[in-house]
């Protein structure tokens, strides 16, 4: 019972930055493994990063480490992601997911997906 709203993307040079927010509904945020995913166009979802319940243990695809950087406030029942160094390849509508198994890049493992927000990195 999770319902996710993104936000945030936009257009932005290829070495810029963004941040994505995703707002959850439901008094249950905390209990939930956070993740976000992206697909572009002709493309399934990829996975991006995902985070624990506490915000302990995160991890990240190859493709994003040390770019970008997951955290969650669970008083606010909001995940972020900053994406830094921006890159043409990032390009994609990113989507929020919350589920129960822990930091899994498996999208099947996610039960609640937001509506995603467009990043578009121009080079």
């Known amino acids: 019972q999770v319902q996710l709203v993104e936000s945030g993307g936009g257009l932005v040079q290829a070495g810029g930055s963004l941040r994505l927010s995703c707002a959850a509904s439901?008094?249950?945020?905390?209990?939930?493994?956070m993740g976000w995913f992206r697909q572009a166009p002709g493309k399934e979802r990829e996975f991006v990063t995902t985070?624990?319940?506490?915000?302990?243990?995160?991890y990240y695809a190859d493709s994003v480490k040390g770019r970008f950087t997951i955290t969650r406030d669970n008083a606010k029942n909001t995940v972020y992601l900053q994406m830094s160094s921006l890159e043409p390849e990032d390009t994609g509508v990113y989507y929020c997911?919350?589920?129960?198994?822990?930091?899994?890049?498996?999208?099947?493992?996610?039960?609640?997906w937001g509506q995603g927000t467009q990043v578009t990195v121009s080079s």
């Open positions: 439901g008094r249950t945020f905390s209990s939930y493994t």
């Open positions: 985070i624990s319940w506490s915000g302990g243990n995160t």
């Open positions: 997911a919350a589920g129960r198994t822990v930091l899994s890049t498996n999208p099947n493992h996610y039960d609640y």
